[in-house]
């Protein structure tokens, strides 16, 4: 059974372009969260997807933007990119939403903005 | 404003030593708490989490924590160290109210076991 995958695993973009990276859940799961962890920092919540929709949004600008597929997929959009937006971006899955749930984390898309 | 602090960097010990991993939070609600470990190059492993009642939580590879709603502590615990759990430990919050799966993460504790 495979993990939470995401792709790719580094990624180097220039000011200004725009990035996307995916994630694939664990099987079984339907619910996509996306994380920011910044180096020497821990994970800050980006947002969260359920049924296709943003249920929960951490305090990101509307530059981070993400989508979620019928097969529970996820995209994780980020426009307009500053070298500040260099980091580790962490998906995790779990099966349903609420706050004790167990979140299931990728290994991660390592972002360098030059 | 919501934090969670581990006020420790790092925490060495030496192997077959008890450790602990500091963890404050500031949460209001009786937040769900959970601690996460990261090994160079891979994800956040899931060690634990503490819902409700006994305030000792046993975890994955022998880790247990204790919570303390006094101290709004969540200290991660290990009776004997092994090199092998050398890694970077999170702990972590998640909020009850209003909340559908935020965590909310502390800096992170580096644990390095010497032989």
């Known amino acids: 059974d495979a993990g939470v995958t995401q792709s790719p695993t580094h990624l180097i973009k220039t000011r200004g372009q725009q990035v996307t990276l995916r994630c694939s859940p664990k099987?079984?799961?339907?619910?996509v969260s996306w994380y920011q962890q910044a180096l020497g920092q821990g994970p800050q919540f980006i947002f969260q997807?359920?049924?296709?929709?943003?249920?929960q949004r951490g305090n990101f600008p509307d530059r981070f933007s993400g989508h979620q597929f019928p097969n529970y997929s996820s995209e994780l959009n980020v426009n307009a990119l500053l070298l500040g937006d260099s980091a580790l971006y962490l998906c995790?899955?779990?099966f349903g939403r609420g706050p004790n749930t167990e979140a299931f984390f990728g290994q991660g898309t390592r972002l360098t903005v030059v | 404003a919501q934090s969670v602090a581990q006020p420790e960097d790092q925490v060495n010990v030496a192997e077959g030593n008890p450790l602990t991993v500091k963890c404050t939070y500031s949460?209001?609600?009786?937040?769900?708490l959970f601690w996460y470990v990261q090994y160079p190059n891979r994800g956040l492993q899931f060690l634990l989490k503490?819902?409700?009642?006994?305030?000792l939580v046993k975890g994955s590879y022998g880790f247990e924590a204790e919570f303390n709603k006094s101290q709004t502590s969540f200290h991660l615990k290990k009776p004997s160290a092994l090199v092998s759990d050398s890694a970077l430990y999170f702990c972590?919050?998640?909020?009850?109210?209003?909340?559908?799966?935020?965590?909310?993460f502390g800096q992170g504790t580096t644990l390095q076991v010497k032989p």
């Open positions: 995790a899955s779990s």
């Open positions: 099987s079984g799961h339907d619910t």
């Open positions: 997807y359920y049924e296709e929709e943003e249920r």
């Open positions: 949460v209001s609600g009786n937040p769900y």
């Open positions: 503490y819902i409700t009642g006994d305030n």
């Open positions: 972590a919050v998640s909020p009850r109210s209003g909340n559908t799966g935020k965590l909310i």
